[in-house]
């Protein structure tokens, strides 16, 4: 089976640290049960309630390494300072059954999604401005001022990766920034050729080729 005939959707979701993606996304699956997470591989820590398994799986840097040479990640990145690796079997597993996934993960991640999944659906999240990022990285009390400074730097570097996806989303308002998500993830299930491979049946009897 190709990339192009799994009955299910990838939904790939990136965004500067602070723009709000991991909110948006547990929003969605909130709202929207068929939206199946991939939980990815990690070296960083655990942070404040994370659990291994839930979250992230977190891995040794050894146990990456090993994961790396197996050739085990659909994709895998450095991440100030952390690798982070989805699982290349765990998505094809699901998709495949007909289940709708979506990754949260970095820029160069998502473009190498899409190097082997073509019609994965690409979303980047973006802040409204730059004090606003500033603002949102501060208020969450995860991270040092020197950490925080070189998420700002990494995300100037991000966002000129925008026009590589195929929607975007101006997280301003949270309730319309999910609005907008909602509506992707709706409008990709009736595209055509979503619908050709998810009602395959349905096309047949009505000879639609």
């Known amino acids: 089976m190709s990339a192009m005939e799994y009955p299910g959707n990838l939904f790939v979701v990136a965004a500067p640290s602070g723009a709000g993606k991991s909110s948006l996304v547990k929003a969605l699956r909130e709202l929207d049960s068929a939206v199946n997470p991939s939980v990815s591989h990690t070296t960083r820590a655990p942070r404040g ?42 998505v094809e597993e699901r998709i495949a059954s007909g289940a709708d996934v979506i990754l949260e993960i970095d820029f160069q991640g998502a473009l190498q999604v899409r190097k082997v999944f073509a019609n994965a659906v690409l ?77 395959a049946d349905t096309f047949a009897a009505l000879n639609i080729p």
Do not use: C
Request: avoid cysteine; glycine fraction near 4%.
């Open 49 to 90: 309630q994370e659990k291994h398994g839930r979250e992230y799986f977190f891995v040794s840097p050894a146990e990456f390494d090993a994961m790396v040479q197996a050739e085990a990640f659909l994709e895998w990145a450095n991440v100030h300072g952390h690798r982070y690796g989805t699982s290349k079997r765990a």
């Open 123 to 199: 979303i980047f999240i973006l802040p409204p401005s730059w004090e606003e990022l500033r603002s949102r990285l501060e208020r969450r009390g995860e991270d040092a001022p020197e950490v925080i400074e070189l998420r700002l730097q990494n995300a100037a570097e991000e966002m000129t990766q925008t026009r590589e996806f195929d929607y975007v989303i101006i997280n301003e308002l949270f309730e319309r920034a999910l609005f907008d998500l909602k509506a992707i993830v709706h409008a990709q299930r009736l595209r055509y050729s979503a619908q050709r491979r998810a009602r």
